[in-house]
């Protein structure tokens, strides 16, 4: 079993359009993370949920929302997408902070 | 505000030759620090932690890295590379916070040459 699984794991789609990402581990880990990495491979830190609330919020376009229904789960719904937002998202999870993060495989976005 | 840095964005080695990438941190407290290894499309592993306990830290596949907070430094060493291990490498610190925010270095790019 995937320990914490992404998907779509390839995205396409045109400019103004919204999508979603999903996200679900089965590790029981309180803590999930979204992250993005541009294509100079740099990672940051987008979002993060602890046990479905929200406790990390950077700096990122309102066009970006994220949505866990319990805490097994952590979508990311875009809107309006840009250009500018085709990168690789990852999805994590963690037991407690400071232990290391579980990442998924990644959603490669590509906007045209 | 913590943050790492890695030294260098590509390092090349011949098989069977010593890795050491390295990575310096900058931190107000006592740090977790981790590498992760990235191969080419593919998600990222963790290959080891230093949570304050030893500062030698054995890894996976051979990997390990030694916590030296008087250079505050935290490099990645192998003993003898693989074809295997050519991959992105990345030292990432935790702000250690009750949010678990890692920090993450540039990344290196490590070849292996036959």
């Known amino acids: 079993d995937t320990a914490v699984s992404q998907t779509p794991k390839y995205l396409v789609t045109q400019m103004g359009n919204d999508k979603s990402i999903k996200c679900e581990q089965n590790?029981?880990?309180?803590?999930m993370y979204w992250y993005k990495q541009d294509s100079k491979k740099f990672l940051k830190i987008m979002f993060s949920?602890?046990?479905?609330?929200?406790?990390i919020n950077e700096t990122v376009p309102n066009r970006f929302s994220p949505k866990s229904p319990d805490k097994a789960h952590l979508n990311l719904h875009i809107n309006s997408l840009e250009l500018g937002d085709s990168a690789v998202y990852f999805c994590a999870s963690s037991p407690n902070p400071g232990y290391g993060y579980t990442f998924g495989s990644g959603t490669r976005l590509t906007v045209v | 505000a913590q943050s790492v840095t890695q030294l260098d964005s590509h390092v090349s080695v011949s098989e069977g030759t010593p890795v050491l990438l390295r990575c310096n941190y900058s931190?107000?407290?006592?740090?977790?620090l981790f590498w992760y290894v990235q191969h080419p499309n593919k998600g990222l592993q963790l290959l080891l932690k230093?949570?304050?306990?030893?500062?030698l830290v054995k890894g996976i596949n051979g990997f390990e890295a030694e916590f030296k907070k008087s250079e505050t430094s935290f490099h990645l060493t192998k003993p003898s590379a693989h074809m295997s291990d050519a991959a992105e490498y990345f030292c990432v610190v935790s702000d250690r916070s009750n949010t678990g925010k890692l920090i993450f270095g540039q990344g290196t790019t490590l070849q292996v040459k036959p």
């Open positions: 931190s107000s407290y006592s740090p977790s």
């Open positions: 230093y949570t304050s306990a030893a500062t």
């Open positions: 949920y602890n046990n479905k609330e929200l406790i």
């Open positions: 590790l029981g880990h309180d803590t």
